[in-house]
């Protein structure tokens, strides 16, 4: 069993939906959770970081974590043609000096 | 605001050659970080660095990757003997007390 499991895709929507985006982890050691944007051939863009069950926002976006049972989402509001990309969740086991440990990623196209 | 760079954004060299990437992380980060990707695969950790001292290495990072911080703000990726297999994007990221990982816009290394 992988560590983190995330749907590939692709995912596409029409601009406006909302759009949810999920990963599973198999490690309860895993405490804190990224998602990360990624633009095609461009680093991972940093939007979201959690550490608690529960729900966090920002601007369009919602990151939501169920520590029991290990599963994480993304969702983002009014979707824009711009939002348009590659999403990551990536997960720690403490904060400091850990590598991150990725899901393969969910390609999302907004349809204009 | 604070962001890290990245050289070269792009690479080519030729089987066997010595490589350099270069990195300048964001200035108040403490821990730092190469990850690649492969064209069409999820993005996997290198190595971690902190203190002056490797932290973590993961199997990919053999004898033939070693990692420098040759004075207070590049920090370096050195591939001694590229392989065809070297061929990928490399991020370096950096990140600071709370954990949260920043990376840079990556260089595209091509082995010929």
């Known amino acids: 069993q992988k560590e983190v499991e995330q749907d590939p895709g692709p995912l596409s929507v029409p601009e406006g939906a909302i759009v949810s985006l999920n990963c599973t982890y198999s490690?309860?050691?895993?405490?804190?959770f990224m998602w990360y944007r990624q633009y095609s051939r461009k680093g991972p863009e940093l939007l979201m970081y959690?550490?608690?069950?529960g729900n966090k926002e920002d601007g369009r976006f919602t990151a939501q974590v169920d520590k029991s049972s290990k599963y994480i989402s993304l969702f983002i509001r009014d979707s824009q043609p711009s939002d348009s990309a590659t999403y990551l969740c990536?997960?720690?086991?403490?904060?400091?000096?850990?590598?991150?440990?990725f899901g393969t990623g969910t390609r999302l196209t907004i349809i204009p | 605001e604070p962001e890290v760079t990245q050289t070269p954004s792009h690479q080519v060299t030729q089987m066997g050659q010595e490589v350099i990437l270069r990195c300048v992380p964001i200035?108040?980060?403490?821990?730092f970080y190469w990850y690649r990707q492969i064209l069409g695969q999820k993005v996997e950790f290198l190595v971690s660095?902190?203190?002056?001292?490797?932290?973590?290495k993961s199997e990919i990072f053999d004898d033939q990757f070693s990692v420098e911080r040759p004075d207070g703000s590049n920090f370096t990726l050195k591939i001694r003997s590229t392989k065809l297999e070297d061929s990928a994007m490399y991020f370096c990221?950096?990140?600071?007390?709370?954990?949260?990982?920043?990376f840079g816009p990556g260089t595209r290394l091509t082995v010929t």
């Open positions: 990221a950096s990140s600071g007390q709370l954990g949260e990982q920043y």
């Open positions: 490690n309860s050691a895993f405490q804190y």
């Open positions: 959690t550490y608690s069950s």
């Open positions: 990536a997960m720690i086991k403490d904060f400091g000096n850990e590598k991150l440990t």
């Open positions: 200035s108040n980060h403490l821990y």
């Open positions: 660095f902190y203190n002056n001292e490797i932290s973590e």
